[in-house]
């Protein structure tokens, strides 16, 4: 990819984050709180190798700015704690450097369509002092339909009583393609879906793809 191409795709990256950070700030300083939060993501894989467990995608997903308190990663194609495993979905619940807390999918086979599309849904909700990080309506050709009957969640205690400092930034940057990234066509956050606590449902269709300055 030509290296203007490249520069208009992270430029453009900036732009949504930015605009989507002046989002929830407006929120958090109004009168109603965030409790639930969803992304919608859709990745692309062209030509997997089942055999090596290719390609290997790492998510990203945190109730506040950073990740320096409690914070959740996704593996796609992989389980990688305590010790790798090839195939399958893990969650993953981590304070710092840290992992405390894992969950595995009952599905471990590893990818092996010739061109296969996963979405899935990751969703942290907040109720009476309890942090719940989910994904949720999950599908593909490898793993069927996944995240049902709670199958994929962690639940947590906490101090949070809001999720309005929330940032998608914080997924776009720590997420990606953690192996074999010439695999994957794309990797795009495609919405956003948040709920206050007066029962109002806001979204944001954003679609931005988080792998387009991958190497072919």
Same mark, same amino acid.
């Given at each position: ?11 453009? =990256? ?5 605009? @989507? ?16 939060? &969803? ?53 993953? =619940? ?6 405390? &807390? ?45 995240? @049902? ?11 949070? @009583? =809001? ?19 010439? =695999? ?33």
């Amino acid at each position: 990819m030509p290296t203007h191409s490249l520069r208009a795709a992270r430029s453009s =990256r900036i732009l949504f984050c930015l605009a @989507t950070l002046f989002l929830f700030a407006c929120s958090s300083v109004s009168a109603t709180d965030v409790v639930l939060v &969803e992304e919608h993501w859709e990745l692309h894989v062209e030509g997997p190798d089942a055999a090596r467990s290719a390609p290997q995608v790492t998510m990203v997903m945190s109730p506040t700015e950073d990740v320096e308190d409690d914070f959740f990663l996704v593996t796609l194609n992989h389980w990688s704690y305590p010790n790798f495993s090839a195939g399958g979905i893990q969650l993953q =619940r981590w304070r710092s450097e840290d992992c405390l &807390e894992v969950t595995n999918s009952s599905n471990s086979s590893a990818m092996h369509q010739e061109t296969e599309t996963v979405t899935w849904v990751q969703r942290i909700s907040l109720v009476n002092g309890t942090l719940k990080f989910e994904v949720v309506s999950g599908s593909s050709q490898t793993w069927g339909t996944f995240g @049902t009957d709670g199958e994929l969640s962690l639940t947590v205690p906490t101090y949070l @009583t =809001r999720l309005n400092n929330y940032r998608p930034a914080v997924s776009i940057e720590q997420s990606g393609i953690s192996y074999a990234g010439n =695999r994957v066509a794309s990797l795009v956050l495609k919405r956003l879906e948040w709920q206050t606590d007066d029962g109002e449902e806001h979204f944001l269709v954003a679609p931005i793809d988080i792998a387009t300055d991958l190497d072919p």
